[in-house]
């Protein structure tokens, strides 16, 4: 059983900068490939972005690719999500995820462990 706890979240102006951390409590991390997800009110959950156990691997959405930086330390056992030039349609409720193996996947129904989510809103 993985725990996965998202923060880092919050209110932020259109241009700003956010970063995100998910802390896990697999005994061990760098078995799992780990994502990032999000949920905007009355949408369905997208794919972020996500990173292979080793960190060498990521993919990212078209709509945060050049803007988010996937990141982990399998060390504190956490992955964050770095967000740049943050536009109001970032604004959802944040999902970190994890699966166990090698492989990257961007559907959120791949994923085994997922935290509560940590809001991100972003005024214009």
């Known amino acids: 059983q993985v725990q996965l706890v998202e923060s880092g979240g919050g209110l932020v102006q259109a241009g700003g900068s956010l970063r995100l951390s998910c802390a896990a409590s697999a005994r061990t991390f760098s078995n799992y490939a780990m994502g990032w997800f999000r949920q905007a009110p009355g949408k369905e959950r997208e794919f972020v972005a996500c990173i292979s156990r080793g960190g060498t691997g990521t993919r990212y959405a078209d709509s945060v690719k050049g803007r988010s930086t996937i990141s982990r330390d399998n060390a504190k056992n956490t992955v964050y999500l770095q967000m740049n030039n943050l536009k109001p349609e970032d604004t959802a409720v944040y999902f970190c995820?994890?699966?166990?193996?090698?492989?990257?996947?961007?559907?959120?129904?791949?994923?085994?462990?997922w935290g509560q989510g940590t809001q991100v809103t972003v005024s214009s």
């Open positions: 995820a994890a699966r166990e193996g090698a492989t990257l996947f961007v559907v959120d129904y791949s994923y085994d462990y």
